[in-house]
């Protein structure tokens, strides 16, 4: 088993950054790919970005591509998602999500409780 506890969301300005973490627990942490996904009212669950379990490779979502950087710190337990020039349309619930080989998608094994962004314009 996985535990996943995200934080870092909150609100902010149009333009504006966010650092959200995810720290984990249970199972071996460095195998696990790790990957953030995201829920706004009204719309289905979305893949915003994933990472491997060294972190030598990331992918990210077209419209999160060069403004978000996910990383992680297996020293620590905790993945990161940077999120820069935010825009009102990445207001969402925001999860933590890990699986044992990388998700592109939202079918992720495990799951956090989710952390709220909001973006003002």
């Known amino acids: 088993q996985v535990q996943l506890v995200e934080s870092g969301g909150g609100l902010v300005q149009a333009g504006g950054s966010l650092r959200l973490s995810c720290a984990a627990s249970g199972r071996t942490f460095t195998s696990y790919p790790m990957g953030w996904c995201r829920q706004a009212p009204g719309k289905e669950r979305e893949f915003v970005a994933a990472?491997?379990?060294?972190?030598?490779?990331?992918y990210y979502a077209d419209s999160v591509k060069g403004r978000f950087t996910i990383s992680r710190d297996n020293a620590k337990n905790t993945v990161y998602l940077q999120m820069n020039s935010l825009k009102p349309e990445d207001t969402a619930v925001y999860y933590c999500?890990?699986?044992?080989?990388?998700?592109?998608?939202?079918?992720?094994?495990?799951w956090g409780q989710g952390t709220q962004v909001t973006v003002s314009s």
């Open positions: 999500a890990a699986a044992p080989v990388v998700v592109l998608t939202t079918l992720w094994d495990y």
């Open positions: 990472i491997s379990g060294t972190g030598g490779n990331t």
